[in-house]
């Protein structure tokens, strides 16, 4: 059983468009996450969610919004898409009050 | 926020021991050190954490310095599975992890 799955695993769309990635995880966490990855590599915390509530928003646009139907679900939806939102975007769920987080396999987003 | 420094890659030959470094000079008392590793085309991996003590599991050791200012992840036998890049991140109970550029472990045969 894969602990946390995120789809598409890739995604390839115009400048302009909306896109959806969608993040479910079967651990029973409560908390859950989005990165964000650049061409450099460099992996930035997005959003975190806490029992259905935002507890991190780092500076992002606010064309990301993180959704959350339920414990086990944490969609991120991106309007107006950019050239510079290409990136590897991963998902990740921890428990409170333990320290591991659980990153799911990453969808590769190209905007065109 | 406390930064870490670690060494831009790190070669290591199969079976053999590997001690990746990590400087955190400016560590607070309450800032955990965590170790995750990403392998190539996958998501970050956790590895092992700790505040003080040393520490040992399953994937590796994690020696901490008496200053808590550096640290050293241990892989006691390095296997090709092991070659990926490792992050060196200091967390505070209930806040975010930061990511650095890692250090990238390359195993030859």
């Known amino acids: 059983d894969t602990a946390v799955s995120q789809t598409p695993k890739y995604l390839v769309t115009q400048m302009g468009n909306d896109k959806s990635i969608k993040c479910e995880q079967n651990l029973g966490h409560d908390t859950m996450y989005w990165y964000k990855q650049d061409s450099k590599k460099f992996l930035k915390i997005m959003f975190s969610y806490n029992n259905k509530e935002l507890i991190i928003n780092e500076t992002v646009p606010n064309r990301f919004s993180p959704k959350s139907p339920d414990k086990a679900h944490l969609n991120l939806h991106i309007n107006s898409l950019e050239l510079g939102d290409s990136a590897v975007y991963f998902c990740?769920?921890?428990?409170?009050?333990?320290?591991?987080?659980?990153f799911g396999p990453g969808t590769r987003l190209t905007v065109l | 926020d406390a930064k870490t420094t670690q060494p831009n890659s790190m070669e290591s030959n199969e079976e053999e021991p590997v001690h990746l470094p990590c400087n955190h000079s400016?560590?607070?008392?309450?800032?955990?050190i965590h170790w995750y590793r990403q392998l190539p085309s996958q998501g970050p991996e956790y590895v092992i954490h700790?505040?003080?003590s040393n520490v040992n599991n399953r994937m590796a050791s994690l020696a901490i310095a008496e200053d808590r200012k550096s640290s050293t992840l241990i892989l006691h036998r390095a296997t090709l599975r092991d070659a990926a890049v490792y992050y060196c991140i200091l967390r505070r109970v209930g806040n975010d992890m930061r990511f650095g550029a890692g250090t990238r472990l390359t195993v030859k045969p």
């Open positions: 990740a769920s921890s428990q409170v009050g333990y320290n591991e987080q659980f």
């Open positions: 400016t560590i607070s008392g309450t800032d955990y």
């Open positions: 700790g505040l003080t």
